[in-house]
């Protein structure tokens, strides 16, 4: 059975950095696309940066500039470095996993139980 873990959440101020982690626990072959959503109160689940296996990225236009994510394919490990980060970024941030091949089936997407950041001003 494969569970994502994160970690790297807290209290932070407004203008300061977070480093979030996500591990893929369990034995797997690869997995396609690892990314972050997040989801403040009130408001639905949006992503805020996802990432292939190969390395190609893409980001909400809200984080652009600001938050950078990256991976270690052979740790099955996704991280977000959030900078200058803003009230308006508080939120449960959840990892995520899509085409995770696990022998003998795999899983189409799995999701981590989100780690809450917040920003205050």
């Known amino acids: 059975q494969v569970q994502l873990v994160e970690s790297g959440g807290g209290l932070v101020q407004a203008g300061g950095s977070l480093r979030l982690s996500c591990a893929a626990s369990g034995t797997i072959l690869s997995i396609n696309v690892m990314g972050w959503y997040r989801q403040a109160p009130g408001k639905q689940r949006e992503l805020v940066a996802d990432i292939t296996s190969g390395g190609s990225t893409n980001y909400a236009d809200s984080v652009k500039g600001r938050f950078t994510i990256s991976r270690d394919n052979a740790k099955n490990t996704v991280y977000l470095q959030m900078n200058s980060l803003k009230p308006e970024d508080t939120a449960v941030y959840y990892c995520?996993?899509?085409?995770?091949?696990?022998?003998?089936?795999?899983?189409?997407?799995?999701w981590g139980r989100g780690t809450l950041v917040t920003v205050s001003s």
């Open positions: 995520n996993a899509k085409a995770v091949r696990q022998p003998p089936y795999g899983y189409p997407e799995l």
